[in-house]
């Protein structure tokens, strides 16, 4: 699965920030980690891990690592429980080795869909407001099948790219499909969106702000949203910031039930997905 990055300039967890800037002025460091492997994508040399707490480096998050030894690459399933070493250098992060030590259990609420692993987790909450400075939180759209997606309007290409494609996936659904389903884009960028601007762009792409909510609030709000979605974000170049693009599939009952990376996900599968979701068959 392809991933998509882009820049933005707004803030990331302080722990993280000086875990960076520590590596930009060291050696190599090495910390070891334990997760679970989502998705592993041989052409990108990448695999997206739900790990541990890293002490001194970063929370327990998901989040997509470079993974370049292939033979590693190809040992590893969606599915594994893993043992892993991250060695980090000068701003940069890598998997430089996994060992599996379990394979995650049905009974613990995961399948696998497609190529990647799914747990059906609660989602995290969240209370933001949209551009018309309403509140819209996870508790008010209990009873909604939702796509969550976090973008920016600065964004240089990929965030537009993603919404314009939800767009085809809204115009897709039927009349009594819509009234089930809500979308949601938040901003990772909330000190410069303001609520003009996220209409701006909205409107711009052909958004239909009628069942689609675009979130902002104060920063330090945002951030926890989107550390509690593991919406990872890094250094770019000039202090800009790179993130992974990913979307969340909810179920009316607040659960996860399938994440998708970077623009891979063609508007049919995300409409076919949302049906499924929506209106389940007996």
Same mark, same amino acid.
């Given at each position: 699965m392809g991933v998509l990055r882009s820049r933005s300039a707004c803030g990331i967890p302080a722990a993280i920030v000086a875990a960076l800037l520590a590596f930009a002025c060291s050696d190599q460091q090495v910390h070891p980690g334990h997760g679970v492997i989502h998705e592993v994508s041989a052409e990108d040399k990448q695999v997206l891990i739900a790990h541990e707490a890293m002490p001194g480096l970063m929370p327990a998050m998901t989040m997509n690592f470079a993974l &370049?030894? #292939?033979t590693l690459l190809e040992s590893l399933r969606p599915g594994d429980v893993v043992d892993f070493e991250l060695t980090a250098e000068r701003g940069s992060f890598w998997i430089s080795s996994a060992t599996v030590v379990g394979r995650v259990s049905p009974e613990d609420g995961w399948s696998l869909? +497609?190529? +990647? %692993?799914v747990k059906s987790d609660p989602a995290p909450a969240f209370s933001l407001v949209d551009v018309d400075g309403d509140t819209v939180s996870l508790a008010g759209l209990a009873d909604k099948t939702l796509l969550v997606d976090f973008i920016f309007t600065r964004c240089p290409g990929p965030c537009p790219s993603l919404t314009s494609s939800h767009v085809s996936v809204q115009r897709a659904l039927s009349p009594a499909l819509r009234e089930k389903i809500r979308f949601v884009s938040i901003t990772i960028d909330p000190e410069r969106d303001t609520p003009e601007d996220l209409r701006a762009y909205a409107l711009a792409r052909g958004a239909d702000l009628t069942d689609w909510a675009f979130l902002s609030g104060p920063p330090d709000e945002v951030l926890a949203v989107m550390r509690a979605y593991g919406v990872g974000t890094k250094p770019g170049a000039e202090g800009d910031i790179e993130h992974v693009l990913a979307t969340f599939l909810i179920d009316p009952r607040g659960q996860v039930?399938?994440? &998708? %990376? +970077? %623009?891979?996900? *063609? #508007?049919?599968? %995300? *409409? *076919?997905?949302l049906e499924a979701v929506a209106s389940p068959r007996s």
């Open positions: &370049y030894d #292939p869909m +497609g190529d +990647g %692993l039930v399938k994440r &998708y %990376l +970077g %623009l891979d996900h *063609a #508007p049919e599968t %995300l *409409a *076919a997905d």
